[in-house]
């Protein structure tokens, strides 16, 4: 069982900068893939990001590929999305997934969820 709780979501002007965290409880947390989806309202859930259980690779969507940055630190059960130059289009729910299989979250979103932070970017 894990448990995820996102912050660091808000209110930022187009070309800015956030930076979200989802912090994990449990101590298999390095065991897992973790990742990022958003929705946007009106729209389904889509992939964002993953990170495999080690950091050693990372996954993007085409949409947001150069301008965010997926990372963790399993010491703090802590997975991070850097997001710059932030676009109006980039409004969404962001939410925190994970999943023992980094296939699993590109596919679907793995087993586990948080219940997201709201990122509104302003034209």
């Known amino acids: 069982q894990v448990q995820l709780v996102e912050s660091g979501g808000g209110l930022v002007q187009a070309g800015g900068s956030l930076r979200l965290s989802c912090a994990a409880s449990g101590r298999t947390f390095s065991s897992f893939a973790m990742g990022w989806f958003r929705q946007a309202p009106g729209k389904e859930r889509e992939f964002v990001a993953a990170i495999s259980w080690n950091g050693g690779t990372t996954y993007y969507a085409d949409s947001v590929k150069g301008r965010f940055t997926i990372s963790r630190d399993n010491a703090k059960n802590t997975v991070y999305l850097q997001m710059n130059s932030l676009k109006p289009e980039d409004t969404a729910v962001y939410f925190c997934?994970?999943?023992?299989?980094?296939?699993?979250?590109?596919?679907?979103?793995?087993?586990?969820w948080g219940q997201g932070t709201q990122v509104t970017v302003s034209s």
């Open positions: 997934n994970a999943d023992r299989s980094r296939a699993t979250i590109q596919k679907k979103g793995g087993d586990y």
